[in-house]
Nanobody, 121 residues
Framework: QVQLVESGGGLVQAGGSLRLSCAAS????????MGWYRQAPGNERELVAT???????????SYADSVKGRFTISRDNAKNTLHLQMTSLKPEDTAVYYC???????????WGQGTQVTVSS
């Protein structure tokens, strides 16, 4: 089992910044894909960013077009903590943000409980 705990959400004005963190614990594989998703009221959960890791190397990052150039995903491998640095926030970024973990070559994934991000105009 894997446990994911997000933190760092809150209320921020448009143009501001927030940094989300996701602490992973349990049976963590060094070969995995971790990512951030978000879900706004009335909308489906959507991908924000993912980071593919092999051993201690972060191989690849990917971002939704809507956040490219504004959000940065990163990971502290020693602490099994995933981060999402969000800058130039817009009201449309308002959502519950979820952390996700999956081992390579498996279908089973794990979700955190989510953290609310609210961007006021």
């Amino acid at each position: 089992q894997v446990q994911l705990v997000e933190s760092g959400g809150g209320l921020v004005q448009a143009g501001g910044s927030l940094r989300l963190s996701c602490a992973a614990s349990g049976r963590i594989s060094s070969n995995n894909i971790m990512g951030w998703y978000r879900q706004a009221p009335g909308n489906e959960r959507e991908l924000v960013a993912t980071l593919t890791t092999g051993g201690t190397i972060n191989y690849a990052e990917s971002y939704a077009d809507s956040v490219k150039g504004r959000f940065t995903i990163s990971r502290d491998n020693a602490k099994n903590t995933l981060h999402l640095q969000m800058t130039s926030l817009k009201p449309e970024d308002t959502a519950v943000y979820y952390c996700h973990y999956k081992r390579w070559l498996t279908s089973q994934g794990y979700w955190g409980q989510g953290t609310q991000v609210t961007v006021s105009s």
